[in-house]
T-cell receptor, first 117, second 114 residues
Framework: GAVVSQHPSRVICKSGTSVKIECRSL??????MFWYRQFPKQSLMLMAT?????????EQGVEKDKFLINHASLTLSTLTVTSAHPEDSSFYIC?????????????FGQGTRLTVV | KQEVTQIPAALSVPEGENLVLNCSFT??????LQWFRQDPGKGLTSLLL?????REQTSGRLNASLDKSSGRSTLYIAASQPGDSATYLC?????????????FGAGTRLAVHP
């Protein structure tokens, strides 16, 4: 199946610093990528939809100035958590679909465990 | 509001049992259903995708069905093994805000013991 690579898999940062997470589709082009957040023992919450060459679309309640998304190419999207605080500690996962018909399978990265201390 | 519900939330069984995991959704706009596996601290692995025109999909010991009229999908795991222990998530795809979005259930945490 298609591969989506996410980096880093784990990061610890100090409060007030910014952290960048990368999501790459390795063997297909993805016009659209999705960023999710997952709290312990809970399901995935869609944060935003990343669009190549244009602004991301954020879900209600997600601060766009806090979670900066850039989708500079058809294979790379980045999520930057700015001025991180302990409450931003979570598991972040990206997803991509192949560019094409509607009924395409979604593939996920390995996830990034962010811990803000 | 779009909702996807999974039952049971947790399941512990002895090795060898056949299992049924249930997923229900309230929005008829969901047009396909995807089942994923998530191991602790890891990302999601796609197991099966059932498109709206299909009723079931099979992969090895896994079989997933979809009944859009009743808003239900089931994942059947035959002859369960300890390696099947993981959280199983179902997600429906719907077109919303100009994009195909996945709406996730909370998952079923499965433990298969030897």
């Amino acid at each position: 199946g298609a591969v989506v690579s996410q980096h880093p898999s784990r990061v610890i940062c100090k409060s007030g610093t910014s952290v960048k997470i990368e999501c790459r589709s390795l063997d297909f082009q993805a016009t659209t990528m999705f960023w999710y957040r997952q709290f312990p023992k809970q399901s995935l919450m869609l944060m935003a939809t990343s669009n190549e060459g244009s602004k991301a679309t954020y879900e209600q309640g997600v601060e766009k100035d806090k979670f900066l998304i850039n989708h500079a190419s058809l294979t790379l999207s980045t999520l930057t958590v700015t001025s991180a605080h302990p409450e931003d500690s979570s598991f972040y996962i990206c997803s991509a679909r192949r560019t094409g018909p509607l009924n395409t399978e979604a593939f996920f990265g390995q996830g990034t465990r962010l811990t803000v201390v | 509001k779009q909702e996807v519900t999974q039952i049971p939330a947790a399941l512990s069984v002895p090795e060898g049992e056949n299992l049924v995991l249930n997923c229900s959704f309230t929005d008829s706009a969901i047009y396909n259903l995807q089942w994923f596996r998530q191991d602790p601290g890891k990302g999601l692995t796609s197991l099966l995708l059932i498109q709206s025109s299909q009723r079931e999909q099979t992969s090895g010991r896994l079989n997933a069905s979809l009944d859009k009229s009743s808003g239900r999908s089931t994942l059947y795991i035959a002859a369960s093994q300890p390696g099947d222990s993981a959280t199983y998530l179902c997600a429906g795809t719907m077109f919303s805000g100009g994009y195909n979005k996945l709406i996730f259930g909370a998952g079923t945490r499965l433990a298969v013991h030897p």
